[in-house]
């Protein structure tokens, strides 16, 4: 783990119990993530984003049958914790989270102010309830929004202010990481843009390192360093932005990027047949096979990891061929 790393993530898995059986939901994924950056983990619905949230926040349903891997919180390993301890020690205070429709996991019938304040409250029993009032409402200005909104119940907030809210919430103890889960996924296209460019200034002013789940290409860009592509559970690509932007290796990845329009040249927007695999019986070998045009006999083994340098991989077994000039 190099010392810059906030967060170093390793063979990390989580099925979860069904009566059909387990679902493969995270599968053995790697990653690390400097101080300050902001990874980007992008792929279709049903790929397992919000399932590596639980997994990093240990937010765990009952029916969990595996659980297992290594992360690593600035070199500590947070697997070794109780979960006592890391409700306790970890969540909210080093990871922090925005939700998935965040805007509707506010209390309605609290105000603001004491809804930002709470983890600050529930996680130092000796900080005095009028401190606690002060870092909210600091949080609060550093999201842009004025004070005078902390009196209010949520009802009496629009949609984009409502979501600037939870990420004051998130922020308000300075945890080390914050994972954004679909931030902006039900907001307008004006507030979409404001509420990137809140995030944006928040990691320049403060140097915050975000996780950015999303299925939205377009959304990512605007604030990531790097991006990983998930597929059916995995991490097929792991890329900086610049480099995935411009040359992504992995065939799904190059299939997302065709399905996204351009401002500065007319191309013709490509789909991807076929469905994704089922995570319950997810087929040996690479599972984007059946959906790729480059399919080979090969591809019915499990792929190869290619590293590519500076924590950068994709697992494929054409650009394994073509490095070993195939």
């Known amino acids: 783990m190099a010392a810059n790393h906030v ?3 390793c063979n990390l898995k989580l099925h979860f119990r069904t009566a059909k059986g387990p679902v493969q939901a995270v599968d053995g994924i790697d990653f690390s993530l400097e101080r300050g950056k902001t990874l980007a983990v992008v792929g279709e619905s049903g790929c397992g984003k919000t399932s590596l949230t639980k997994a990093l ?6 029916n969990v049958q595996t659980f297992s891997g290594d992360i690593y919180l600035e070199g500590r390993n947070l697997m070794d914790l109780s979960d006592e301890q890391y409700r306790r020690e970890i969540r909210w205070l080093k990871i922090a989270t925005v939700p998935q429709a965040s805007m509707n996991s506010l209390n309605p019938v609290i105000r603001i102010e004491d809804q930002i304040a ?5 996680h130092d029993r000796r900080l005095k309830r009028k401190q606690a009032l002060e870092q909210a409402a600091e949080a609060f200005r550093v999201v842009g929004l004025s004070s005078d909104f902390l009196q209010r119940y949520p009802f009496e907030l629009s949609g984009g202010m409502r979501q600037r809210a939870t990420i004051a919430m998130a922020l308000v103890a300075a945890p080390d990481l914050v994972i954004l889960d679909e931030p902006s996924s039900a907001l307008d296209l004006l507030t979409q843009a404001n509420l990137m460019n809140v995030l944006k200034r928040i990691k320049q002013e403060f140097g915050t390192t975000f996780i950015l789940i999303t299925h939205d290409i377009g959304t990512a860009s605007e604030l990531a360093d790097e991006v990983a592509v998930m597929y059916a559970g995995r991490m097929v690509e792991v890329r900086s932005a610049q480099q995935f932007y411009t040359h992504a290796s992995h065939p799904y990845s190059q299939k ?5 329009p351009t401002l500065r040249e007319e191309k013709e927007l490509q789909f991807i ?3 994704p695999p089922s995570l319950i ?7 984007f096979a059946s959906r790729c045009e480059h399919r080979m006999p090969c591809c ?3 792929p190869p990891t290619t590293d590519l340098g500076r924590g950068q991989h994709v697992q494929c077994w054409l650009l394994e061929r073509r490095a070993v000039g195939v």
């Open 7 to 9: 967060l170093d993530v």
């Open 57 to 62: 926040l240990r937010l765990l349903p009952r």
């Open 118 to 122: 709470e983890p600050l409250l529930v």
């Open 256 to 260: 997302l990027m065709a399905s996204v």
């Open 273 to 275: 047949p076929g469905q």
């Open 281 to 287: 019986r997810p087929p040996t070998g690479c599972r």
């Open 300 to 302: 019915d083994q499990e």
